[in-house]
């Protein structure tokens, strides 16, 4: 088995990168490191993970001159090495793929995740999508989604939640140090309830505001509550000023970016975890990881239904699912929680069960092993 692995990056922190790094890493375990090569079109920067990841070629950027090298470093590959698998983790490479893929033969298998497939495709996007003999999502909302739409013949789409590594994400007391270096309240002396992600405008669907408005509605009842939001973003400024003119701003903390290696206790530190998303265009999520990553930790965790998200959740056994624009309803869940910390012990214990039986890198392994085999019909699985 051969298989050429095409991405716009595995570098930065975002969801599908983070989703191509843990499959990467999966295929090079189940067929061996030289039988995966990876080309990445984006390079790493000051913004990458700090644990380094090999990839075989990087164009290095997304500019008109690094799309064409990439292009044509990609049909060299695929015509000197004769991959078995061409394997695209995004949908927006999957025409130049599609195409390239003829020149060996290849198979073709396409990563779908979420709002990149209900935002408008380009022609050569959709022409893809459409072409690609296999394609897999990571949650079933999007699949039934491309299903519904006529994108994809009717049940024709895989699905492979994400994944967590479970030997980083564990419950447990948070580091002190970590705590100061954040500025994070002591768990012991607070309620800490916390978001985590990429504070961008262009993530605003991940409900940034209307947490901190839900939290404005349940921080008088609550003196000891506080709101962590956590990471970097051009966003920030605005939430700052939105948490001031809430009257709010004393109880929200801002931690900034947090280093992969702080992830954890950064998690642990919380008492309940919200992202809870909305769908639109250029809005929406697959299955969001960060609600996983706190669910491994064993936080409780709230999530939308407009979208994958709710898929993390088991209602009443590790979280709620709310809609994104009740924010009484949001606001209820928080103050239902400070107050009842049985049903939070509760809940923290489900979340860890529930990561552990659906959400480890073994299953994620396991179901990408019979995805390939049952497609491509090639060797076993080592």
Same mark, same amino acid.
């Given at each position: 088995?051969?298989?050429?692995?095409?991405?716009?990056?595995?570098?930065?922190?975002?969801?599908?990168?983070?989703?191509?790094?843990?499959?990467?890493?999966?295929?090079?375990?189940?067929?061996?490191?030289?039988?995966?090569?990876?080309?990445?079109?984006?390079?790493?920067?000051?913004?990458?993970? =700090?644990?380094?990841?090999?990839?075989?070629?990087?164009?290095?950027?997304?500019?008109?001159?690094?799309?064409?090298?990439?292009?044509?470093?990609?049909?060299?590959?695929?015509?000197?090495?004769?991959?078995?698998?061409?394997?695209?983790?995004?949908?927006?490479?999957?025409?130049?793929?599609?195409?390239?893929?003829?020149?060996?033969?290849?198979?073709?298998?396409?990563?779908?995740?979420?709002?990149?497939?209900?935002?408008?495709?380009?022609?050569?996007?959709?022409?893809?999508?459409?072409?690609?003999?296999?394609?897999?999502?990571?949650?079933?909302?999007?699949? #039934?989604?491309?299903?519904?739409?006529?994108?994809?013949?009717?049940?024709?789409?895989?699905?492979?939640?994400?994944?967590?590594?479970?030997?980083?994400?564990?419950?447990?007391?948070?580091?002190?140090?970590?705590?100061?270096?954040?500025?994070?309240?002591?768990? =012991?002396?607070?309620?800490?309830?916390?978001?985590?992600?990429?504070?961008?405008?262009?993530?605003?669907?991940?409900?940034?505001?209307?947490?901190?408005?839900?939290?404005?509605?349940?921080?008088?009842?609550?003196?000891?509550?506080?709101?962590?939001?956590?990471?970097?973003?051009?966003? #920030?400024?605005?939430?700052?000023?939105?948490?001031?003119?809430?009257?709010?701003?004393?109880?929200?903390?801002?931690?900034?970016?947090?280093?992969?290696?702080?992830?954890?206790?950064?998690?642990?530190?919380?008492?309940?975890?919200?992202?809870?998303?909305?769908?639109?265009?250029?809005?929406?999520?697959?299955?969001?990881?960060?609600?996983?990553?706190?669910?491994?930790?064993?936080?409780?965790?709230?999530?939308?239904?407009?979208?994958?998200?709710?898929?993390?959740?088991?209602?009443?056994?590790?979280?709620?699912?709310?809609?994104?624009?009740?924010?009484?309803?949001?606001?209820?869940?928080?103050?239902?929680?400070?107050?009842?910390?049985?049903?939070?012990?509760?809940?923290?214990?489900?979340?860890?069960?529930?990561?552990?039986?659906?959400?480890?890198? $073994?299953?994620?392994?396991?179901?990408?092993?019979?995805?390939?085999? $049952?497609?491509?019909?090639?060797?076993?699985?080592?």
């Amino acid at each position: 088995m051969k298989i050429l692995f095409v991405t716009p990056g595995c570098f930065d922190k975002g969801g599908i990168s983070r989703y191509s790094r843990y499959q990467i890493s999966a295929l090079r375990d189940l067929w061996g490191e030289g039988a995966v090569r990876v080309f990445s079109l984006l390079g790493q920067n000051c913004d990458s993970f =700090e644990e380094d990841f090999k990839v075989h070629w990087s164009a290095g950027g997304i500019g008109m001159a690094a799309k064409v090298r990439f292009a044509l470093r990609l049909a060299k590959e695929i015509l000197l090495w004769r991959p078995d698998v061409v394997h695209v983790a995004h949908v927006n490479l999957s025409g130049l793929a599609w195409g390239l893929a003829h020149l060996s033969n290849a198979k073709t298998l396409l990563n779908t995740y979420g709002l990149e497939v209900w935002s408008g495709l380009s022609p050569d996007a959709a022409l893809g999508l459409r072409k690609m003999q296999h394609v897999l999502s990571d949650c079933y909302y999007t699949a #039934c989604y491309l299903e519904n739409e006529g994108l994809r013949p009717a049940k024709s789409t895989s699905v492979i939640w994400d994944c967590v590594d479970l030997d980083q994400f564990s419950p447990g007391g948070p580091s002190p140090v970590v705590l100061a270096r954040y500025g994070i309240p002591d768990p =012991e002396l607070h309620f800490n309830l916390m978001t985590l992600g990429r504070l961008s405008f262009s993530a605003a669907h991940k409900g940034y505001e209307r947490l901190l408005k839900a939290f404005a509605i349940v921080a008088p009842l609550y003196p000891q509550c506080r709101l962590i939001i956590a990471g970097k973003g051009d966003m #920030c400024e605005e939430l700052r000023r939105q948490a001031a003119s809430l009257g709010v701003n004393d109880r929200v903390i801002f931690t900034g970016m947090v280093h992969d290696g702080d992830l954890a206790d950064v998690y642990r530190a919380a008492h309940l975890f919200s992202l809870v998303s909305d769908r639109g265009l250029q809005r929406g999520e697959g299955i969001p990881l960060t609600p996983l990553e706190a669910m491994a930790c064993g936080v409780p965790i709230l999530v939308g239904n407009h979208d994958g998200s709710q898929e993390a959740v088991a209602t009443g056994e590790n979280g709620f699912v709310l809609d994104p624009f009740d924010l009484d309803a949001h606001a209820g869940i928080i103050g239902r929680l400070v107050a009842d910390r049985e049903l939070l012990h509760k809940l923290g214990v489900g979340a860890t069960k529930r990561a552990r039986q659906f959400f480890s890198y $073994e299953d994620f392994r396991e179901k990408n092993c019979e995805l390939y085999t $049952e497609i491509f019909k090639k060797e076993d699985c080592v």
